[in-house]
């Protein structure tokens, strides 16, 4: 039988040699790379509608393989079926995969998008997107039914919709963020499917991405437009994680003469990645000043890639553009790092995946010294809490700095819109800010404008805060404020559910500790400092209480509890919370220290899960 399969194998290549020939050559060689992977050949299999299982591709790749040096080049593709002809089959599959190239706009008639809307979508990212997920995940044993995704396809957007894919991009774009237990993998009902969305969906809230236009349903579905949208997200976190001084001491080494740590910290990641493309540009006299119109000529890159892995060739750079990027990609492909791009995705300029691509080259090829004697701004875990808060509601300018970012109040006005306090725009001063002549005046206005709405508007506690402290970005007067936004939002949420009473401490409490002892548990709280929240025990059984038989006690440790026992638990719990449905922010790590803060709005968010129930 294993002949027939290769032989049967062996007669669908035929067919598929025809409509490869009328091809370019890169959609055989999907990435370019001048060899065809079981990964691209695969593709070529299920675009004609005739998928191989993995083991048959690698017996067939085995065979093509004429000169036994494990890689199969094009030539001995092409070799192994030249005489073959058969022009209907090759019509009606370049009729099929022949689609034009660029963006199409799609929905209007389509069921799926609502009320005849219309989202142009990229094709571009689509194809960069399913690309990166073969390879970031081709290793995941639990996304192999998905695996590899057709990127000339909707594939892609068929693959997220059972939420495992997404679970573990966030997982790797900021790892740990999901509980694997937590993950369903097996068989998948529509109701198990729903959780993994829910999961993924809080998760990817909870690591700042903003998804409050984006349901577990628009995923299962799969539109395109939210798809590639989420994915972005979560990919662009991913990549940028390291492109943060508070993150990587070396980013010190691209301070520029005179310039202060707090001014590098307030750039954002993609002003940082061109600032240290112009580092390396400047001992060759060059600058970029965008990922676009910069690049499309490959010279910037030509250097770039000299400079952080100087490989000594002097190969002759191809006049044709779109050869010379392709010849540029082909060196990135030896330093491990061709990614998100094509040649013409270069050619063409796209900024998008061109950042993603020189962050991509950042983070493997860094070639920066940290400097000595430099000091380091390190950013606490309530400080990315809160930042990743803001963010997934969408607020503009992005927070990569939590004090830098919130200096001219901008970002605290539109939170305050959040939390349901009128916003008189009238009355604040537009960026953008003059650097001097009283730009900074302006700035501090906004933030007086701030404290008065807490005080007067929200009732919010900002005794001894002024203006001035947020200017001047003190971080606890800062951070007091802002706890504040974040417990009224959280608070927020139970009083939408229609609960009369304003929801405080005590009212959570009580409420837990009746739906705890309601579901015949003995787990109880008597506040948010409680030690026994250490263990996570009253989460679990609350989380058990609101959804009953959802925690599997089996994964649990109850008694004894060292501190990995503990993170190992909480890790647990969190994951539950958001499986469940609660957008819990909050790291396990507070519910390990019982940081009543956070400790506090895990139980609100579960509080509202619950009641959403009854
Ligand atoms: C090809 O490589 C395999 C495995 O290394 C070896 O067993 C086989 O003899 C080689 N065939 C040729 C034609 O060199
Ligand atoms: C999540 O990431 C952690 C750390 O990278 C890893 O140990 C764990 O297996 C990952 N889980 C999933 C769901 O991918
Ligand atoms: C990119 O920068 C160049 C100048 O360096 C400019 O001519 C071009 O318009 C910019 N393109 C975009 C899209 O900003
Ligand atoms: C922030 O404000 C508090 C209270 O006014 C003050 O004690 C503290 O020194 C300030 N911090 C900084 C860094 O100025
Ligand atoms: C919650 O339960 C604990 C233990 O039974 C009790 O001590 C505490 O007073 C209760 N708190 C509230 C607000 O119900
Ligand atoms: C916990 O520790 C106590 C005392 O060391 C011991 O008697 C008990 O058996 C332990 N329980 C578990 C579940 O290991």
Redesign the pocket.
């Known amino acids: 039988t294993l002949n027939r399969s290769v032989s049967r194998s062996l007669s669908l290549s035929k067919i598929l040699f025809h409509f490869i020939s009328c091809l370019d050559p890169p959609r055989v060689d999907a990435d370019g790379n001048g060899y065809i992977s079981s990964t691209e050949l695969g593709n070529l299999f299920r675009e004609v509608g005739c998928p191989v299982p993995g083991y048959q591709l690698r017996q067939l790749l085995q065979k093509l393989d004429l000169n036994n040096d494990s890689k199969i080049e094009l030539s001995e593709f092409e070799a192994l079926f030249k005489e073959l002809k058969d022009d209907r089959i090759a019509q009606s599959f370049r009729k099929a995969l022949n689609k034009k190239e660029g963006i199409v706009a799609i929905g209007g008639t389509s069921e799926l998008s609502s009320a005849g809307t219309q989202h142009s979508i990229s094709e571009q990212e689509r194809f960069a997107f399913a690309n990166y997920l073969n390879s970031a995940l081709e290793k995941d044993p639990d996304c192999q039914h998905v695996l590899p995704i057709n990127p000339n396809t909707e594939d892609l957007f068929k693959a997220v919709g059972d939420g495992i894919m997404l679970c573990k991009l966030i997982n790797l774009s900021v790892p740990d963020t999901i509980d694997e237990r937590t993950i369903n993998k097996k068989k998948l009902t529509p109701f198990t499917k729903q959780e993994n969305l829910n999961l993924a969906l809080n998760s990817a809230s909870a690591i700042g991405c903003q998804v409050v236009n984006i349901g577990a349903q628009d995923l299962k579905e799969g539109k395109p437009h939210l798809v590639l949208g989420l994915l972005w997200q979560i990919i662009k976190i991913g990549l940028f994680a390291d492109i943060e001084l508070s993150r990587n001491e070396a980013i010190a080494a691209l301070l520029e003469e005179g310039e202060s740590l707090e001014e590098l910290m307030k750039l954002s990641p993609e002003e940082l990645l061109l600032r240290w493309v112009n580092f390396h540009l400047k001992k060759v006299g060059m600058?970029?000043?965008?990922f676009?119109?910069?690049v499309k000529d490959s010279k910037a890159y030509f250097h770039l890639l000299e400079q952080i892995a100087p490989d000594g060739s002097k190969e002759d750079v191809p006049r044709d553009l779109v050869k010379r990027a392709e010849c540029m990609l082909q060196q990135a492909n030896r330093l491990g790092c061709r990614q998100f791009v094509t040649a013409a995705d270069v050619v063409s300029?796209n900024?998008k995946l061109n950042m993603a691509f020189v962050a991509t080259l950042f983070n493997k090829h860094p070639a920066l010294t940290k400097p000595e004697n430099q000091e380091w701004i390190v950013e606490s875990k309530e400080e990315r809490t809160f930042r990743n808060w803001m963010n997934s509601l969408g607020v503009s300018p992005n927070v990569h700095h939590i004090y830098g970012d919130l200096q001219n109040a901008i970002v605290i006005l539109q939170l305050y819109e959040k939390i349901k306090v009128p916003v008189d725009w009238d009355k604040v001063n537009r960026p953008p800010f003059k650097a001097t002549g009283g730009g900074h005046l302006k700035k501090i206005e906004n933030c007086n404008y701030a404290v008065q709405l807490g005080k007067q508007k929200a009732g919010f506690s900002l005794v001894g805060i002024g203006g001035q402290d947020l200017y001047d970005g003190n971080a606890t007067l800062t951070l007091a404020l802002v706890w504040q936004l974040m417990r009224r939002y959280t608070l927020n949420v139970l009083e939408d559910l229609g609960h009369g009473e304003v929801a405080g401490d005590d009212l959570i409490i009580s409420w837990v500790n009746k739906t705890l002892s309601g579901a015949g548990k003995t787990s109880s709280i008597k506040t948010f400092k409680d030690k026994t929240i250490s263990s996570s025990l009253p989460v679990l059984d609350l989380i058990d209480a609101i959804q009953p038989q959802s925690v599997n006690f089996e994964l649990v440790k109850k008694e004894n509890l060292s501190d990995e026992d503990k993170l190992n638990n909480a890790k647990y719990a969190i994951s539950m919370a958001r499986k469940i449905g609660a957008k819990v922010y909050a790291l396990p790590e507070d519910l390990v220290e019982v940081n009543p803060k956070m400790v506090m709005t895990i139980f609100a968010c579960l509080m509202g899960r619950g009641m959403k129930k009854a």
């Open positions: 600058k970029i000043s965008n676009s119109a910069d300029g900024a």
